[in-house]
């Protein structure tokens, strides 16, 4: 089956750290961007942060700058997402996706430009 599994998720307090990994399956997608995004219950989904195919653009949602960065490893066709400072509001399921369009560079955080959806891993923040 093609498209992405996340992994990683957990229960952390607040201000505690998870990483959480991003793996392709069944085709590779080193030259797509890819985008993490996540879901609380009762709210839509909501972007996070996106890196372009080859590494050089980096966007972030306001709330999670400074405390989230995103990383890639081509080689390994794998995309990471480091969480720090946790806040119980970053609680969600978060997602990821590769963007539609191959050899993009300007980064789109609307979640109907990505395909290949993982089933999502959660991510609970205790206060």
């Known amino acids: 089956q093609v498209g992405m599994v996340e992994s990683g998720g957990g229960l952390v307090q607040a201000g505690g750290s998870l990483r959480l990994s991003c793996a392709a399956s069944?085709?590779?997608?080193?030259?797509?961007?890819i985008g993490w995004f996540r879901q609380a219950p009762g709210k839509e989904r909501e972007f996070v942060a996106a890196i372009s195919w080859n590494g050089g653009n980096i966007d972030y949602t306001d709330s999670v700058k400074g405390r989230f960065t995103i990383s890639r490893d081509t080689a390994k066709n794998w995309v990471y997402l480091e969480m720090n400072s946790l806040k119980p509001e970053d609680t969600a399921v978060y997602y990821c996706?590769?963007?539609?369009?191959?050899?993009?560079?300007?980064?789109?955080?609307?979640?109907?430009?990505?395909?290949?959806w993982g089933q999502g891993t959660q991510v609970t923040v205790s206060s």
């Open positions: 996706a590769a963007e539609r369009t191959p050899f993009n560079t300007r980064l789109v955080p609307h979640d109907n430009e990505y395909d290949y």
């Open positions: 069944g085709r590779s997608f080193s030259f797509y961007s």
